[in-house]
Nanobody
Framework: VQLQASGGGLVQAGGSLRLSCAAS????????MDWYRQAPGKQRELVAE???????TYADSVRGRFTISRDSAKNTEYLQMNSLKPEDTAVYYC???????????????WGKGTLVTVSS
């Protein structure tokens, strides 16, 4: 399974962006999908998570501004980011926790990051 993240870019404070994470491959089941971010000089942190029944969790710093969602038909996860702040500037990564339907093996797959820059 490969993940392809996209949608990053440069936006002014108060603006919005929508990140996408598309999973390619077949024969797997999503358990949960996360969005992480890593700002320069900081550790990678969990931003949002959604599980296979649609429950979501958010970091305190983004709750109320970011929304995670999934289009199961397209095997794509989204992160809608509104009211962006300069402190949201980071490389954003998606992570999928999957189960191989044939082997039952658990798989974790990271997408390549997409850079979000918020100017003040």
């Amino acid at each position: 399974v490969q993940l392809q993240a996209s949608g990053g870019g440069l936006v002014q404070a108060g603006g919005s962006l929508r990140l996408s994470c598309a999973a390619s491959g077949s024969g797997f089941r999503f358990n949960y999908m996360d969005w992480y971010r890593q700002a320069p000089g900081k550790q990678r942190e969990l931003v949002a998570e959604t599980d296979n029944v649609g429950d979501t969790t958010y970091a305190d710093s983004v709750r109320g501004r970011f929304t995670i969602s999934r289009d199961s038909a397209k095997n794509t996860e989204y992160l809608q980011m509104n009211s962006l702040k300069p402190e949201d500037t980071a490389v954003y990564y998606c992570l999928a926790d999957l189960t191989d339907l044939i082997s039952g093996q658990a798989i974790k797959s990271w997408g390549k990051g997409t850079l979000v820059t918020v100017s003040s």
